[in-house]
């Protein structure tokens, strides 16, 4: 069965194309207050689980030994647009370990926005992986393998020590099983898994209360949430749906994008996790549902309101900034989820 279409396009008055997806929400003791679609489904979060995969390099005590800031911690857990406060702060955290961007496995990429690739262009210089959206998260694993006296070559391998602590976080904290039958390479080059949609949630329910994790772990949770949500800005940069909606809510809410129209969320105060999926991979229609689901699940200052509506009702504008259309979500999402 497809799942149900959850956010719809409009040119004029009429619909002109559809997103269908799936979202599940669940507390941290693992029961699913709500459901759209198959949520049993595995799916690549990829980068929305960047903060799960930056807990062993906190817990293992690497983040504290090399004097990590939380726009660094903010960082390992970021997307970002590869400007030049991105890159900088990716060195700086190599630079800490004692080691440099030729250290970096996860490729070259230009930055997000054309001005900032305009400025490289000016000034005479060339993108590096420093400006790769994954290299915060490369550099916190080159760090932790740098502390722990590991190898930091082939740190992306799946049988390197640093792979195989992050596999034990992602299974203890959302109860499932992964290995090399659901393991796939992400863009950055490291180890990806086919994880249970609703166990996702559930591993996020446990980020936002660390509920079911041992004081360590829990602690480390807390360490990179409260990091992220304090410097939003690190987690993607501007112009970006994670880095309005963390600096928005003023930490109430973590929120990270990944690949293909995949979100993760995290919302402290009601215990509950969130992970959502458009089936076609678009962004656009990734974000409208979770600005949707959290439109739903929390009671919105007046700041809040204004804020979220601008990504929950998407303006389509054409060349000549005339407004054409929106994106926005079916008004079943909007009732269902309000029912919760």
Same mark, same amino acid.
């Given at each position: 069965?497809?799942?149900?279409?959850?956010?719809?396009?409009?040119?004029?008055?009429?619909?002109?194309?559809?997103?269908?997806?799936?979202?599940?929400?669940?507390?941290?003791?693992?029961?699913?207050?709500?459901?759209?679609?198959?949520?049993?489904?595995?799916?690549?979060?990829?980068?929305?689980?960047?903060?799960?995969?930056?807990?062993?390099?906190?817990?293992?005590?690497?983040?504290?030994?090399?004097?990590?800031?939380?726009?660094?911690?903010?960082?390992?857990?970021?997307?970002?647009?590869?400007?030049?406060?991105?890159?900088?702060?990716?060195?700086?955290?190599?630079?800490?370990?004692?080691?440099?961007?030729?250290?970096?496995?996860?490729?070259?990429?230009?930055?997000?926005?054309?001005?900032?690739?305009?400025?490289?262009?000016?000034?005479?210089?060339?993108?590096?992986?420093?400006?790769?959206?994954?290299?915060?998260?490369?550099?916190?694993?080159?760090?932790?393998?740098?502390?722990?006296?590991?190898?930091?070559?082939?740190?992306?391998?799946?049988?390197?020590?640093?792979?195989?602590?992050?596999?034990?976080?992602?299974?203890?904290?959302?109860?499932?099983?992964?290995?090399?039958?659901?393991?796939?390479?992400?863009?950055?080059?490291?180890?990806?898994?086919?994880?249970?949609?609703?166990?996702?949630?559930?591993?996020?329910?446990?980020?936002?209360?660390?509920? =079911? #994790?041992?004081?360590?772990?829990?602690?480390?949770?807390?360490? @990179?949430?409260?990091?992220? $949500?304090? *410097?939003?800005?690190? /987690?993607?940069?501007?112009?970006?749906?994670?880095?309005?909606?963390?600096?928005?809510?003023?930490?109430?809410?973590?929120?990270?994008?990944?690949?293909?129209?995949?979100?993760?969320?995290?919302?402290?105060?009601?215990?509950?996790?969130?992970?959502?999926?458009?089936?076609?991979?678009?962004?656009?229609?990734?974000?409208?549902?979770?600005?949707?689901?959290?439109?739903?699940?929390?009671?919105?200052?007046?700041?809040?309101?204004? =804020? #979220?509506?601008?990504?929950?009702?998407?303006?389509?504008?054409? @060349?000549?900034?005339?407004? $054409?259309? *929106?994106?926005?979500? /079916?008004?079943?999402?909007?009732?269902?989820?309000?029912?919760?």
């Amino acid at each position: 069965m497809d799942n149900p279409v959850l956010v719809e396009v409009t040119r004029g008055n009429v619909v002109e194309s559809r997103h269908r997806g799936s979202i599940a929400i669940v507390d941290a003791d693992g029961k699913l207050a709500y459901s759209a679609g198959d949520v049993e489904q595995g799916i690549f979060a990829r980068s929305a689980i960047k903060a799960l995969q930056a807990i062993p390099m906190v817990e293992s005590g690497a983040a504290e030994a090399l004097a990590f800031e939380d726009a660094e911690l903010a960082l390992a857990c970021a997307s970002h647009n590869g400007e030049h406060v991105h890159a900088s702060s990716a060195r700086v955290m190599l630079f800490k370990a004692g080691l440099t961007e030729d250290d970096l496995m996860c490729g070259t990429q230009w930055p997000k926005h054309m001005d900032d690739s305009e400025k490289l262009i000016k000034s005479d210089e060339s993108p590096c992986a420093l400006h790769n959206n994954c290299s915060g998260k490369h550099a916190g694993f080159l760090g932790m393998a740098k502390v722990l006296g590991v190898p930091t070559q082939n740190y992306t391998d799946y049988d390197h020590p640093v792979q195989q602590e992050v596999r034990n976080v992602l299974e203890q904290m959302s109860g499932g099983i992964i290995g090399r039958d659901t393991c796939g390479t992400d863009g950055c080059s490291i180890p990806t898994y086919a994880m249970e949609q609703q166990k996702t949630a559930l591993a996020f329910a446990r980020f936002a209360t660390g509920v =079911g #994790l041992d004081p360590v772990r829990a602690n480390a949770a807390e360490t @990179l949430y409260e990091a992220c $949500v304090n *410097e939003p800005y690190m /987690v993607a940069g501007k112009n970006r749906f994670c880095t309005e909606i963390m600096d928005i809510f003023k930490g109430r809410v973590f929120v990270k994008t990944g690949a293909e129209g995949v979100f993760c969320a995290a919302l402290p105060e009601l215990g509950f996790g969130v992970t959502l999926k458009c089936d076609d991979g678009a962004v656009r229609g990734a974000e409208v549902m979770m600005a949707s689901v959290i439109r739903s699940l929390l009671v919105l200052s007046d700041e809040e309101e204004k =804020g #979220l509506h601008t990504w929950e009702h998407q303006q389509l504008k054409n @060349l000549r900034d005339i407004l $054409v259309g *929106e994106v926005r979500p /079916v008004e079943d999402i909007k009732r269902h989820l309000k029912a919760l």
